[in-house]
């Protein structure tokens, strides 16, 4: 019982002097041997500045001044952090040995430097084995890491500003006004954090949890679970990461208003086309892999009017990234991209459509898209399945038209959208069995032309809106199609009676060829055959002017009791009215031909007659009035010549 009592007198006395030691050290020595500490701990030079107090209750603990942690030595920007005070408390058995517990933590208005040289180092690599305290290697030896002895109860960080440089790129992020809040309990456990940041002036909050922080400080890959709330919306992840970095998990996004979440995270307000993402919900699987490679899994995408499920690969890692993506969408509505107005449509009679087209998002990235769609609005032009392979290289997309569904036919070909000196768009296709009807009504406004026709078009164009696009349209085609029907005009009553007034034609089959040049089109070989007559036409359609001036030719077929009969009707005005009306005099120069001939013939017969008989003249077959008189005159004068040597 003796070696009890003597075994607790000692450790009371032990307990005595370790206490009463600490009254007797000065504050500053306090300050020395902790920032001798941490500098062994992190490998960085710590100093603390101003007076530094010690507290023994109700925590046991020491607070200072201005305190630095040193940066890298090949950096110039200053001391890696910096703070106008901090408080650490800790348990008491932390003054005998064994690992540090930090029961709380608090530091005020600290400055944050995080820097990446033009050779990949970065200057928060801390905490291993031969590195000196500015931060190198010290003597050549490989560093190794080492476990950092300590956990944290509570941590508060107030007022704090992190600037992140990146040396290679010459990228600089200044953030400003931030507060921090971690609870790490023990080492090898979960640690929690709250973070709130004003990158932009309104709150943007950061919080979560991550799982064996001790192993991950180790380089492991451990749980994190954490989300993001910005002014315009939130993004959550639920998985796996590491430091290097290593990410894996599910991401949520549900962002109301994508301009509003951008500019509360400081990158300013972007103005998304409708149905691109002016607002985003869903999910998918990511995986990011240490050269910056990320993978999206399981994809699906509301984006405001469209959905896009699917996958793709994405390297970050690149000046430019680079995508490579399989994606599927229902009914994908890209008319925002043609400039149609809230309407859809092209404006009716007041033209196409002035807004500028921002095509900027083609120097995002580069790769490849595989898109297949059940059906696409572009605005005027509405198309069903399709299946497309888009390339995008340096602002330049091409669109490889595998499968295109439009107006009951299939169109194959490529289209290409250039931005790379101004906006530029171009193609060749190739159209079989289009329904005419529905595709000139939704194209030009023309409503009256129904038939089903194959096509080829090559064309381009260029300028920052759609109407500058369809007046600087050049190129070729040509149209062939069977049975249609023209309507609001009967070519056979026409022909007939002169009737103009409504009814249909229908004819057998068409064919045209055409060119275009600063946004007209023109033709001069339409020939069309219908039962009873045959059509020629040619002119102009103005494609950026919207206007047409057309010549139509209907001839009425030679029969037994019948002759050719030409009616030519000039087509002339907008495509929303254009007035149709018989050409009168080129109508007589065609049907009158024969008679004024006839009518010329008979009239040089009577004259001549007339001069035989006044003059006493006989026109020989073949010899005009005109030699018959001066021969007649000749025969006088030789005779009366004669006359004067008898």
Same mark, same amino acid.
Do not use: C
């Given at each position: 019982?003796?070696?009890?009592?003597?075994?607790?007198?000692?450790?009371?006395?032990?307990?005595?002097?370790?206490?009463?030691?600490?009254?007797?050290?000065?504050?500053?020595? $306090?300050?020395?041997?902790a %920032?001798?500490?941490?500098?062994?701990? =992190?490998?960085?030079?710590?100093?603390?500045?101003?007076?530094?107090? $010690?507290?023994?209750?109700?925590?046991?603990?020491v607070?200072?001044?201005?305190?630095?942690?040193?940066?890298? #030595?090949?950096?110039?920007?200053?001391?890696?952090?910096?703070a106008?005070?901090?408080?650490?408390?800790?348990? *008491?058995?932390?003054?005998?040995?064994?690992?540090?517990?930090?029961?709380?933590?608090?530091?005020?208005?600290?400055?944050?430097?995080?820097?990446?040289?033009?050779?990949?180092?970065?200057?928060?690599?801390?905490?291993?084995?031969?590195?000196?305290?500015?931060?190198?290697?010290?003597?050549?030896?490989?560093?190794?890491?080492?476990?950092? %002895?300590?956990?944290?109860?509570?941590?508060?960080?107030?007022?704090?500003?992190?600037?992140?440089?990146?040396?290679?790129?010459?990228?600089?992020?200044?953030?400003?006004?931030?507060?921090?809040?971690?609870?790490?309990?023990?080492y090898?456990?979960?640690?929690?954090?709250?973070? =709130?940041?004003?990158?932009?002036?309104?709150?943007?909050?950061?919080?979560?949890?991550? #799982?064996?922080v001790?192993?991950?400080?180790?380089?492991?890959v451990?749980?994190?679970?954490?989300?993001?709330?910005?002014?315009?919306?939130?993004?959550?992840?639920?998985?796996?990461?590491?430091?290097?970095?290593?990410?894996?998990g599910?991401?949520?996004?549900?962002?109301?208003?994508?301009?509003?979440?951008?500019?509360?995270l400081?990158?300013?307000? $972007?103005?998304?086309?409708?149905?691109?993402?002016?607002?985003?919900?869903?999910?998918?699987?990511?995986?990011?892999?240490?050269?910056?490679? @990320?993978?999206?899994?399981?994809?699906?995408?509301?984006?405001?009017?469209?959905?896009?499920?699917?996958?793709?690969?994405?390297?970050?890692?690149?000046?430019?990234?680079?995508?490579?993506?399989?994606?599927?969408?229902?009914?994908?509505?890209?008319?925002t991209?043609?400039?149609?107005?809230s309407?859809?449509?092209?404006?009716?009679?007041?033209?196409?459509?002035?807004?500028?087209?921002?095509?900027?998002?083609?120097?995002?990235?580069?790769?490849?898209?595989?898109?297949?769609?059940?059906?696409?609005?572009?605005?005027?032009?509405?198309?069903?399945?399709?299946?497309?392979?888009?390339?995008?290289?340096?602002?330049?997309?091409?669109?490889?038209?595998?499968?295109?569904?439009?107006?009951?036919?299939?169109?194959?070909?490529?289209?290409?959208?250039?931005?790379?000196?101004?906006?530029?768009?171009?193609?060749?296709m190739?159209?079989?069995?289009?329904?005419?009807?529905?595709?000139?009504?939704?194209?030009?406004?023309?409503?009256?032309?129904?038939?089903?026709?194959?096509?080829?078009?090559?064309?381009?164009g260029?300028?920052?809106?759609?109407?500058?696009?369809?007046?600087?349209?050049?190129?070729?085609?040509?149209?062939?199609?069977?049975?249609?029907?023209?309507?609001?005009?009967?070519?056979?009553?026409?022909?007939?009676?002169?009737?103009?007034?409504?009814?249909?034609?229908?004819?057998?089959?068409?064919?045209a060829?055409?060119t275009?040049?600063?946004?007209n089109?023109?033709? =001069?070989?339409? @020939?069309?055959?219908? *039962?009873?007559?045959?059509?020629?036409?040619?002119?102009?359609?103005?494609?950026?002017?919207?206007? $047409?001036?057309?010549?139509?030719?209907?001839?009425? @077929?030679?029969?037994?009791?019948?002759?050719g009969?030409?009616?030519?009707?000039?087509?002339?005005?907008?495509?929303?009215?254009?007035?149709?009306? *018989?050409?009168?005099?080129?109508?007589?120069?065609?049907?009158?031909?024969?008679?004024?001939?006839?009518?010329?013939?008979?009239?040089?017969?009577?004259?001549?007659?007339?001069?035989?008989?006044?003059?006493?003249?006989?026109?020989?077959?073949?010899?005009?009035?005109?030699?018959?008189?001066?021969?007649?005159?000749?025969?006088?004068?030789?005779?009366?010549?004669?006359?004067?040597?008898?």
């Amino acid at each position: 019982m003796r070696w009890v009592f003597r075994l607790i007198g000692l450790l009371i006395v032990i307990i005595v002097v370790a206490v009463g030691s600490l009254f007797l050290l000065p504050g500053d020595r $306090i300050a020395r041997i902790a %920032a001798d500490q941490i500098s062994s701990a =992190t490998g960085r030079k710590v100093t603390m500045q101003g007076d530094t107090k $010690i507290s023994f209750y109700p925590v046991l603990g020491v607070s200072t001044g201005v305190v630095e942690v040193a940066n890298a #030595d090949w950096s110039e920007a200053g001391p890696m952090l910096r703070a106008d005070s901090l408080k650490i408390g800790v348990e *008491p058995n932390a003054l005998f040995g064994g690992d540090i517990r930090i029961t709380g933590l608090e530091m005020v208005n600290p400055a944050i430097r995080l820097e990446r040289a033009a050779n990949g180092r970065v200057n928060w690599e801390l905490g291993v084995d031969g590195v000196a305290q500015s931060g190198q290697s010290d003597g050549g030896a490989p560093a190794q890491s080492k476990r950092l %002895a300590l956990t944290l109860d509570r941590a508060l960080i107030t007022g704090a500003s992190l600037i992140y440089t990146d040396h290679g790129s010459g990228e600089v992020q200044d953030f400003r006004n931030m507060d921090f809040e971690l609870r790490w309990p023990s080492y090898d456990g979960t640690a929690t954090f709250e973070a =709130t940041l004003r990158p932009a002036g309104e709150a943007v909050r950061i919080n979560g949890q991550l #799982d064996q922080v001790g192993q991950f400080l180790d380089g492991a890959v451990t749980g994190v679970a954490a989300n993001l709330t910005s002014p315009g919306g939130s993004l959550g992840f639920a998985g796996r990461a590491g430091l290097q970095p290593q990410l894996e998990g599910r991401l949520d996004v549900d962002i109301a208003s994508t301009s509003g979440f951008m500019a509360g995270l400081g990158l300013g307000a $972007i103005d998304v086309p409708k149905g691109f993402g002016r607002s985003i919900k869903g999910s998918s699987q990511i995986t990011l892999t240490e050269d910056m490679r @990320l993978s999206l899994r399981d994809l699906a995408l509301a984006l405001g009017g469209n959905q896009i499920a699917g996958g793709a690969d994405i390297a970050l890692g690149e000046t430019v990234p680079r995508i490579n993506a399989q994606l599927n969408a229902g009914a994908l509505d890209l008319s925002t991209l043609a400039g149609a107005d809230s309407n859809g449509g092209s404006g009716g009679d007041a033209g196409w459509s002035k807004a500028a087209i921002d095509a900027s998002a083609l120097a995002l990235a580069n790769g490849e898209v595989a898109l297949v769609a059940d059906s696409v609005n572009l605005g005027d032009l509405k198309l069903g399945k399709t299946r497309t392979l888009m390339t995008l290289d340096r602002s330049r997309a091409v669109f490889g038209l595998r499968e295109l569904r439009a107006y009951e036919g299939l169109i194959t070909g490529e289209f290409v959208v250039n931005n790379r000196s101004g906006l530029s768009v171009g193609g060749t296709m190739n159209v079989s069995a289009i329904n005419l009807e529905t595709f000139l009504t939704d194209a030009i406004d023309v409503s009256r032309f129904s038939a089903r026709g194959d096509a080829s078009l090559s064309f381009l164009g260029s300028g920052p809106s759609v109407d500058a696009i369809m007046n600087s349209l050049s190129g070729n085609g040509s149209l062939k199609t069977g049975r249609g029907v023209i309507s609001g005009i009967d070519l056979d009553r026409l022909m007939r009676s002169g009737d103009m007034t409504g009814g249909t034609t229908v004819f057998d089959e068409m064919s045209a060829s055409y060119t275009m040049d600063k946004g007209n089109l023109f033709n =001069t070989d339409l @020939l069309m055959n219908l *039962p009873l007559a045959k059509a020629t036409g040619t002119g102009r359609v103005g494609l950026g002017a919207r206007d $047409i001036d057309y010549l139509f030719t209907p001839v009425l @077929l030679e029969g037994e009791n019948s002759r050719g009969l030409a009616i030519p009707v000039r087509i002339r005005g907008p495509w929303a009215n254009p007035r149709i009306t *018989p050409d009168l005099e080129k109508a007589i120069d065609m049907n009158l031909k024969e008679e004024r001939k006839k009518l010329e013939t008979k009239a040089k017969k009577e004259i001549n007659r007339a001069v035989e008989k006044k003059l006493g003249v006989t026109v020989e077959e073949g010899q005009s009035i005109e030699d018959a008189v001066k021969e007649k005159l000749e025969d006088k004068a030789k005779s009366k010549l004669l006359k004067l040597f008898k």
